[in-house]
């Protein structure tokens, strides 16, 4: 699904060099498929204990939430509708997403390569490049904001001239879904389910359209007023920064929600375990209240929530606690990260 913020596999299927991975029909997937499970076999040398310390873990407690979009603003491809009851069983979830810091510990361990590494180039928003001009290949036509850079991946997420130890603690981007599984089976974790997802995003809040209420602004001045990290004036072409951020911010940035979540609106994309598909929702509400649903068992791609630091009103307003979008699992981009919940 290609929009504002998430260039997706179906914008680049006819570009060369493509905007992003996936590697069909390049002689590249297998090798990237390999490496994948090999760091995914590696094993960590902590405790899961450890780990869930070290991520700043919150408990969720088990409730039931109706899942979905209740103001019919979203897109209708999109699928947030209709309204359904979710049980979801207590779990724990990372405060955060994963921050560059943790991937190199990973990297460090395993010696993983991603995706981008192996394909050679990403997906990194064109005011925001850090690269020479030779390194620039080229932009997508449907997302021309979207520069495909040569030597852009987790550890360059601006390009090859920038660096990951510069923002230690911002979120891992240029992380593909299958990256985020191996990090998930070095770390001893797995992705949430898209359900546990918004149940943990709304931090306690009933059909709200944000984690912390209906109201996008504080009504306070200045950086005040902002209660998470996405496009402030005119998309594509001049961000006026109010709220400090042109691209990513630290993960521990603004307010938490009810539950004790950082930035589950804005920031960066977070990959969920389900598979994508608009009709979903439908099924599950013929279902009654579907308890710990695993997604279908088919789709289009793996879901995508959360919106990004690109998301506007004016283009994407996939920021709301509602909102889905997709891509599929071996694509990247500067927008693009995870969490994690502990097995």
Known sequence: MADCCSPGADSRAHEEPRLMIP?????????????????ARAESSRTNQEADIERGDVAIP????????????GYEGDGESPVHEVRVSGFRISATTVTNQQFAEFVDATGHRTESEIYGTSAVFHLAVKAEKNQILNRVN???WWLNVSGADWAHPAGPLSHWTDIPDHPVTHVSYNDALAYCAWAGRRLPTEAEWEYAARGGLSEQRYPWGNHLHNDQPGAAAHNCNIWQGEFPSRNTVDDG?????PAMSFRPNGYGLYQ??????EWCSDWFLPKYYKTCLTQGTVEDPQGPTIGRGRVMRGGSYLCHDSYCNRYRVAARSSNTP???SGNLGFRTVAL
């Open 264 to 269: 589950t609106s804005g920031n960066v994309w």
């Open 142 to 144: 449907s997302v021309p």
């Open 62 to 73: 088990s409730g039931t939430f109706a899942m979905g979009d209740p103001f019919d603003e």
């Open 23 to 39: 590697l069909r029909g390049v002689g590249g997937h297998r090798q990237a498929s390999a490496a994948v499970e090999l760091s």
């Open 330 to 332: 071996d694509s990247a």
């Open 245 to 249: 951020y042109l691209t990513t911010a």
